[in-house]
């Protein structure tokens, strides 16, 4: 049904019972789910199928154990080791223990993983994960070649199409609607078009994705850009552990684009300038597999030193040992990316790496149901769940292990899409207030005919910039009170902001400039997060506190957005099983 405002703009209104924000693993997983008890529609602003999720290569963890002995506590211990002890134990443990089925399932939904000799499903070394409680690394990531991502993903989206989910592509969502505690609905712009939709909804899940693109070296696809996050936090929801950015070790050098670590799972290995395997210095027994926190700064501190390659700064990730048929057969996609990219063929040369943004551990706090809470206190909102990247269980802590993330996306996506079906009786379909689209359509109107010199795509690359030398792998407190200044700045000259294309169909600058307006509060939660900190743990590194301190932060952050500025709030971490102890690879 439509009709036409009096403002003339064309505004469409739907009616389904749970709306998914997003096409990734975690949406799609948990639409399969909620389309059990009522009618779902995805809402994606991409093509369904690209999402950054079919972009992933590695694998997905899980103790299957069917290439040597493994064990689910194994996978729950490294994961708790992993996350620097800030992980949530209960959390992690029903993920771990959740993997072995998510896997089996998968392939019974007819993902075509990488088969075995006797035709298990393949598994493979990968960062951090280990058996007997860290003593030798472990096959346990499930893979399909280096493009297990998008193997899974293409199976997913055949299940939901085959289950009657809608699906809205290339709708961009500008406002998730909370009123009086309550989840109510979504607006979204059709970008073909440039009309508003309305989806007043019963439940809402988003599982939008993470927010790398707030740095400009990242492995993140363009659109990864987070608003989601951020229309929350405006609304009072607060993010949780958002100091923790994630920099993956093997970024193509100049280019950010990832060389999975499934590279060094089959044996490849990390050399600086002087022909070193420097890993052996950093993590004795891991090395080349050590988690990425540790990897990342181990390869920024050998350049600082100077001993990147021809005193360059980038380090070599080399694979020229290997037999060619591994990397034909298991990693074919990285070898091509490096022969359009680089010109390089790494079965002959290696390849020239540094450390890119990869992952956010932080973002929406939410339960083991994907119930996005409120408060530090466990009060959630009504009807709101939030699954895979944006959200944070925590599962992750202050670093993620390789693989955990697919697995992560699908475990608590699929628990957010259960605990809809199971509540679903109890949920009325919301109502969107008009004061809510005058909004949204002020600020389309604001971007149609503001005048000014500044333009989006420069105010971007400033505040990504500015994030990458002043909040990536190594801050200080002086560093980090300058990125703040900074965005402060840049979201000041966002004001005077002028799209040069003021059409309605297919209007990227317009989408564009909405995606910067968010990434300020983004990089603002991000930064005022890790200024707060004042110790180290995981990808958090403080130059001026380089030491963890259980004693004072062996707890979340929560930074809420209140009319009189930022606030912050702590929580304890959960722990059940592991006791915090010193963190040796
Ligand atoms: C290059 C790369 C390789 C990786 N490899 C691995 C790996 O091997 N193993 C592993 O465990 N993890 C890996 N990861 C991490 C993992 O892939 C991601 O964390 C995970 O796929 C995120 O899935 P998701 O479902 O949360 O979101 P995504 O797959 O990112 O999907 C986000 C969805 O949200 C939609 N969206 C966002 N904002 C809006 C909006 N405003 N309106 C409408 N729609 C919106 C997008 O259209 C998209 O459909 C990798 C990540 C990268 C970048």
Same mark, same amino acid.
């Given at each position: 049904?439509?009709?036409?405002?009096?403002?003339?703009?064309?505004?469409?209104?739907?009616?389904?019972?749970?709306?998914?924000?997003g096409?990734?693993?975690?949406?799609?997983r948990?639409?399969?789910e909620?389309?059990?008890?009522?009618?779902?529609?995805?809402?994606?602003?991409?093509?369904?199928?690209?999402?950054?999720?079919?972009a992933?290569?590695?694998?997905?963890?899980?103790?299957?154990?069917?290439?040597e002995e493994?064990?689910?506590?194994w996978?729950?211990?490294?994961?708790?080791?992993?996350?620097?002890?800030?992980?949530?134990?209960?959390?992690?443990?029903?993920?771990?223990?959740?993997?072995?089925?998510?896997?089996?399932?998968?392939?019974?939904?007819?993902?075509?993983?990488?088969?075995?000799?006797?035709?298990k499903?393949?598994?493979?070394?990968?960062?951090?994960?280990?058996?007997?409680?860290?003593?030798?690394?472990?096959?346990?990531?499930?893979?399909?070649?280096?493009?297990?991502?998008?193997?899974?993903?293409?199976?997913?989206?055949?299940?939901?199409?085959k289950?009657?989910?809608?699906?809205?592509?290339?709708?961009?969502?500008?406002?998730?609607?909370?009123?009086?505690?309550?989840?109510?609905?979504?607006?979204?712009?059709?970008?073909?078009?440039?009309?508003?939709?309305?989806?007043?909804?019963?439940?809402?899940?988003?599982?939008?994705?993470?927010?790398?693109?707030?740095?400009k070296?990242?492995?993140?696809?363009?659109?990864?850009?987070?608003?989601?996050?951020?229309?929350?936090?405006?609304?009072?929801?607060?993010?949780?552990?958002?100091?923790?950015?994630?920099?993956?070790?093997?970024?193509?050098?100049?280019?950010?684009?990832?060389i999975?670590?499934?590279?060094?799972?089959?044996?490849?290995?990390?050399?600086?300038?002087?022909?070193?395997?420097?890993?052996?210095?950093?993590?004795?027994?891991?090395?080349?597999?050590?988690?990425?926190?540790?990897?990342?700064?181990?390869?920024?501190?050998?350049?600082?030193?100077?001993?990147?390659?021809?005193?360059?700064?980038?380090?070599?990730?080399?694979?020229?040992?290997?037999?060619?048929?591994?990397?034909?057969?298991?990693?074919?996609?990285?070898?091509?990316?490096?022969?359009?990219?680089?010109?390089?063929?790494?079965?002959k040369?290696?390849?020239?790496?540094?450390?890119?943004?990869?992952?956010?551990?932080?973002?929406?706090?939410?339960?083991?149901?994907?119930?996005v809470?409120?408060?530090?206190?466990?009060?959630?909102?009504?009807?709101?769940?939030a699954?895979g990247?944006?959200?944070?269980?925590?599962?992750h802590?202050?670093?993620?292990?390789?693989?955990n993330?697919?697995?992560?996306?699908?475990?608590?996506?699929?628990?957010?899409?259960?605990?809809?079906?199971?509540?679903?009786k109890?949920?009325?379909?919301?109502?969107?207030?008009?004061?809510?689209?005058?909004?949204?359509?002020?600020?389309?109107?604001?971007?149609?005919s503001?005048?000014?010199?500044?333009?989006?795509?420069?105010?971007?690359?400033?505040?990504?910039?500015t994030?990458m +030398? !002043?909040?990536? &792998? =190594?801050?200080?407190? $002086?560093?980090?009170?300058?990125? /703040?200044?900074?965005i402060n #700045? *840049?979201? @000041?000259?966002?004001?005077?902001?002028?799209l040069? +294309? !003021?059409?309605? &169909? =297919?209007?990227?600058? $317009?989408?564009?400039?909405?995606? /910067?307006?968010?990434?300020? #509060? *983004?990089? @603002?939660?991000?930064?005022?997060?890790a200024?707060?900190?004042?110790?180290?743990?995981?990808?958090?590194? $403080?130059?001026?506190?380089?030491?963890?301190?259980?004693?004072?932060? *062996?707890?979340?952050?929560?930074?809420?957005?209140?009319?009189?500025?930022?606030?912050?709030?702590?929580?304890?971490?959960v722990?059940?099983?592991?006791?915090p102890?010193?963190?040796?690879?």
């Open positions: 049904m439509g009709y036409t405002d009096h403002t003339q703009m064309e505004i469409v209104k739907h009616q389904y019972d749970t709306v998914i924000i096409s990734g693993l975690a949406g799609l948990a639409s399969l909620a389309v059990k008890v009522g009618s779902v529609v995805i809402l994606t602003k991409l093509y369904p199928t690209r999402s950054h999720s079919t992933a290569q590695g694998g997905i963890g899980a103790a299957l154990g069917n290439e493994d064990d689910p506590e996978h729950f211990f490294d994961t708790v080791k992993g996350s620097d002890f800030l992980g949530d134990q209960d959390a992690i443990e029903f993920m771990c223990y959740s993997a072995i089925p998510i896997v089996i399932e998968l392939e019974h939904l007819g993902v075509p993983f990488s088969r075995t000799a006797d035709g499903i393949a598994q493979r070394r990968f960062g951090g994960h280990t058996k007997y409680f860290g003593k030798e690394p472990v096959r346990r990531a499930c893979y399909s070649a280096d493009r297990t991502g998008h193997a899974v993903l293409h199976a997913l989206y055949e299940q939901a199409l289950n009657q989910v809608k699906f809205f592509e290339e709708f961009q969502v500008l406002d998730i609607v909370i009123e009086d505690g309550i989840a109510q609905g979504v607006i979204a712009l059709e970008i073909k078009r440039g009309i508003l939709h309305l989806f007043e909804t019963k439940a809402i899940i988003v599982a939008s994705g993470g927010f790398g693109k707030i740095f070296v990242t492995s993140n696809a363009f659109a990864t850009t987070g608003e989601c996050l951020s229309i929350l936090f405006e609304q009072g929801i607060p993010l949780e552990d958002m100091e923790f950015f994630q920099f993956h070790p093997t970024g193509l050098y100049g280019l950010g684009i990832l999975t670590e499934g590279a060094r799972g089959e044996g490849g290995i990390l050399i600086n300038g002087r022909g070193e395997r420097f890993m052996e210095k950093y993590a004795p027994t891991l090395k080349d597999l050590a988690p990425r926190d540790v990897i990342s700064r181990a390869i920024l501190t050998e350049i600082k030193e100077g001993r990147g390659i021809k005193g360059k700064e980038y380090v070599y990730l080399d694979l020229t040992h290997l037999d060619p048929k591994i990397l034909e057969k298991r990693l074919p996609e990285i070898s091509s990316f490096c022969k359009t990219y680089l010109g390089i063929d790494p079965a040369e290696p390849i020239p790496v540094v450390p890119t943004a990869h992952y956010a551990m932080g973002g929406i706090p939410t339960d083991i149901k994907g119930r809470l409120r408060d530090t206190n466990g009060s959630y909102v009504a009807g709101l769940y699954a990247e944006c959200a944070c269980v925590s599962v802590g202050a670093n993620r292990l390789g693989c993330s697919l697995l992560d996306t699908l475990v608590f996506g699929k628990e957010a899409g259960l605990d809809v079906a199971k509540n679903f109890n949920f009325l379909r919301g109502k969107i207030p008009s004061y809510r689209i005058e909004k949204v359509k002020g600020f389309i109107e604001f971007l149609n503001n005048k000014g010199a500044e333009r989006v795509a420069p105010l971007r690359e400033r505040l990504q910039r994030l +030398d !002043k909040a990536s &792998v =190594f801050r200080t407190k $002086r560093s980090l009170e300058e990125a /703040l200044e900074e #700045n *840049l979201r @000041e000259r966002f004001r005077k902001v002028e040069k +294309d !003021k059409g309605t &169909v =297919f209007n990227q600058e $317009r989408l564009q400039a909405f995606e /910067l307006y968010h990434m300020f #509060n *983004l990089a @603002e939660a991000l930064v005022r997060s200024l707060v900190r004042e110790e180290s743990r995981g990808a958090h590194y $403080r130059e001026d506190f380089p030491y963890r301190d259980d004693q004072n932060w *062996l707890k979340h952050t929560f930074i809420f957005k209140t009319p009189q500025g930022v606030e912050f709030k702590f929580k304890p971490v722990i059940t099983k592991f006791q102890t010193e963190r040796i690879f």
